[in-house]
């Protein structure tokens, strides 16, 4: 069975959670991504910081994003998936939380993410579209 450490992108960076969205989008940017993880002063994972999550939360509600720390964006606990766990696993936590992207970890160290452009090269058309399905519904 597939695993997410076979399907991710690896070199995944984290933003620290003390710096700004500016400095985020700076490095989204650098990066050609369009979401990075938020890690906290102890290296753990605290959420994921998406380019939607700049426009909206931050541009859209007229605050400044040299002064609104990514930290303050982390919502609750961090979904994430496993390394070494399969397919079927990163469908179903992908689906049940309404995610496009998952941080991929190895014990507590972030080694990569699996964003659903990754599960639509690596698995079947079926699981893909019940995937797009389950984020597609409220």
């Known amino acids: ?3 997410a450490r ?3 992108t690896e070199g995944a ?4 959670a003390q710096e700004s969205v500016l400095d985020a989008a700076r490095k989204m940017t650098q990066m050609g991504v369009g979401a990075l993880p ?3 002063t102890d290296d753990r994972l605290k959420g994921v910081l998406t380019d939607r ?3 909206v939360k931050v541009l859209g509600a007229g605050k400044d994003p040299s002064a609104v720390k ?3 964006l982390a919502q609750g606990e961090a979904v994430t998936i496993g390394a070494d ?6 469908l179903r936590t992908m689906g049940s939380h309404k995610v496009r992207r998952l941080p991929v970890i190895d014990g507590h160290r972030l080694v990569g993410m699996v964003a659903l452009a990754d599960v639509a090269r690596a698995l079947p058309d079926r699981q893909v579209g019940d995937l797009l399905e389950a984020l597609s519904t409220d």
């Open 1 to 3: 069975m597939t695993t």
């Open 6 to 8: 076979e399907i991710m």
């Open 13 to 16: 960076e984290c933003v620290g």
């Open 38 to 40: 938020i890690c906290g």
């Open 53 to 55: 999550d700049v426009v």
């Open 70 to 72: 990514a930290g303050e």
């Open 85 to 90: 766990d399969d397919a079927g696993e990163i």
